[in-house]
């Protein structure tokens, strides 16, 4: 199996910039390799008049995202910079977002951190087994 198209899920984890690694050296050895690195920007459930007041904090978060997808998408490396595309999504949950997209677009793999979670924890909180339980597409979790 070709993995030519990578989604990565970064947020400012460990486990993410593991998974930004991992996708990163398997684009380095496939010049066909194209990388969509993926930050979500978590919105509550605000009504209107909540929503106006959350403006400037919201548009912070924004800038702060793009600030990170800036420094993973650097990160990633000369031999494969021109292969890579950042993608900044909003919404209530990181994991639902990350679905849509996948379900969107044609993607071989997906690389997704894991944070250690265990337990209860990781079954109700984890956006990673979420999307690996949720995911079309393959998907690769780095430890």
Do not use: C, W
Not at 19 to 37: C, K, Q, R, S, T
Not at 49 to 72: H, K, N, P, V, Y
């Amino acid at each position: 199996m070709a993995v030519n198209n990578l989604l990565v899920a970064f947020d400012e984890s460990e486990g993410a910039r593991r998974a930004l690694d991992m996708a990163a050296g398997l684009a380095e050895a496939n010049p066909a390799a194209h990388v969509d690195i993926v930050y979500v920007v978590p919105i509550p459930l605000l009504d209107e008049a909540q929503m106006a007041s959350f403006r400037d904090i919201l548009d912070m978060m924004i800038s702060d995202g793009e600030d990170l997808l800036t420094e993973a998408a650097q990160s990633m490396g000369e031999a494969v910079a021109d292969r890579v595309d950042s993608l900044l999504l909003t919404g209530t949950s990181p994991a639902t977002e990350i679905l849509k997209l996948i379900d969107q677009r044609d993607y071989d793999l997906v690389v997704v951190g894991s944070r250690g979670l265990s337990g209860l924890k990781e079954y109700l909180g984890s956006v990673s087994h979420k999307i690996l339980h949720g995911s079309k597409a393959s998907v690769l979790v780095a430890k």
